[in-house]
């Protein structure tokens, strides 16, 4: 699409936004940013757009006379896409573009596409390293936190992107075409946006939406809608287990990761050569290793990278041993299914703290893999009494309701005995008590940091 002096709005003021803006001023368009939160001051928001950029702003609501001029919607990854606002543009027949589908039709080089409900950012960060070692121009982006709009327009033939992309960012992609991409797992989540696991799933999928049998897609064979998904994938499926040896893929098969090619099976490395821990971490791995492979990346390349690799922050992050117990920092399990491989990867009684923002999730599962590591359950935020009372169908009774993040910690302090774990994985977002996930994960590193050393 021509963007030189067409008039667009960007929905939402926030990092994304404000790539987008960016993006689209120097590429010619006339943007207008648009946020209805009528509490933003006009001038904070001006003022995060850098000296030069041109753009109309708009805070509360849009006067009817730019509604009528606008020719392309781009929205924020957290502007549904379903409300009436937005039905008013496609009603009228505008494009409603999201920063993937932008960046993408700004960008040039090619493109690795990386989504799924759990270890996105692993993965992601992890095949960024991998490509680092290959190539000399290589950029990681998207849901990552490093909006993708902001470095298509420095992108050449030779550039590598590789993009973390969430289920909110491909319900609006059009063209947007990966080179590789990959769908990790998906699980429940982010269901009070979608409405149901189908919309959900279907979000996720969108990412091969215009792959062909050229490109590849790698999935997960151990998730049921990955699994069924290959069958009809349009890209050629390349797969990864840890469950199962598989006659075409990567597998793990007790401690070795494996790849089998046309039947015959090659050990890659053991998985304590690694620096990760937990199943869902070789199962990123693997997804990592077949990813760079299908872009050409040599297998040596690859298991020299991820043998040095560290855990991403907030991500089963060990952060420190005090008075003889283990701190790890998993902020970023913020629905159930990743608060399950939080717990998986603990080998210690564990005192676990979790709760957080009602995503409309159900914890029967999480509260399952506990499977009595868990010697004290320490909850917060707005669902803990939901929570608390599935623990307790389940026989859970050791549950202490807080009623700030600082008491749960002293909570966790005091129940802890030397030998065993202290895992923030909270199984819920951050938000309400947190502005993200990465707050919530920097305040729980500060509190171990300043426990004193018993004397």
């Known amino acids: 699409m021509e963007l030189q002096g067409r008039k667009v709005l960007v929905v939402g003021s926030g990092i994304s936004g404000i790539g987008a803006v960016e993006a689209l001023h120097h590429a010619g368009a006339l943007p207008v940013l648009f946020d209805e939160n009528d509490k ?21 609501t849009l006067p009817e006379e730019t509604q009528a001029a606008v020719e392309l919607v781009v929205l924020s990854p957290g502007v549904p896409t379903d409300t009436e606002f937005v039905e008013t543009f496609r009603r009228k027949g505008v494009k409603i573009w999201g920063e993937i589908e932008l960046a993408y039709e700004l960008g040039k080089g090619r493109v690795i596409g990386i989504t799924g409900t759990n270890g996105k950012t692993t993965t992601t960060t992890l095949v960024g390293e991998i ?27 030779e550039t590598v992107t590789v993009a973390e992309i969430s289920s909110f960012q491909l319900e609006t992609v059009e063209k947007f075409r990966p080179d590789v991409s990959a769908i990790l797992n998906i699980t ?18 969108a990412v091969t939406r215009n792959q062909t049998k050229d490109q590849v897609c790698v999935l997960n064979y151990e998730n049921s809608y990955t699994r069924e998904f290959g069958e009809v994938c349009p890209a050629r499926v390349v797969w990864f287990s840890s469950q199962r040896k598989l006659a075409e893929g990567f597998y793990q098969e007790g401690e070795d990761i494996w790849q089998a090619k046309d039947g015959v099976p090659t050990r890659l490395m053991n998985i304590h050569e690694m620096k990760l821990v937990g199943t869902c971490n070789v199962e990123n791995v ?14 040596e390349t690859i298991l020299s990278v991820v043998r040095e690799f560290r855990a991403v922050e907030h991500r089963i992050e060990f952060v420190d041993t005090k008075r003889g117990v283990d701190y790890y920092n998993d902020s970023k399990g913020t629905n159930p299914d990743a608060a399950i491989q939080g717990i998986r990867a603990m080998c210690k009684p564990t005192v676990l703290i979790g709760g957080g923002y009602d995503k409309q999730s159900e914890y029967d599962e999480w509260i399952e893999a506990f499977d009595g590591k868990v010697k004290c359950l320490v909850l917060i935020g707005q669902t803990r009494e939901k929570i608390a009372e599935c623990a307790r169908r389940h026989g859970m009774e050791n549950i202490v309701l807080a009623d700030s993040f600082e008491e749960a910690f002293k909570v966790c302090v005091e129940k802890a005995q030397p030998g065993d774990a202290v895992l923030l994985s909270p199984a819920c977002a951050s938000w309400g008590m947190f502005p993200n996930y990465e707050v919530r994960g920097k305040m729980f590193k500060e509190f171990v940091e300043q426990l004193e050393e018993q004397k």
Do not use: W
């Open 131 to 157: 490509m680092r070692a290959c190539f000399p121009d290589v950029d990681v982006v998207g849901n990552i936190g490093n909006p993708y709009t902001l470095t298509a327009l420095d992108s050449t033939d």
């Open 188 to 205: 429940p989540d982010h269901l009070n946006r979608h409405h149901t696991m189908e919309n959900y799933a279907a979000a996720k999928m």
């Open 286 to 299: 693997m997804a990592a290793m077949a990813i760079a492979q299908a872009f050409g990346v040599p297998m």
């Open 40 to 60: 933003l001051s006009l001038e904070d928001v001006r003022n995060k757009l850098k000296d030069g950029v041109e753009a109309e702003v708009v805070i509360g």
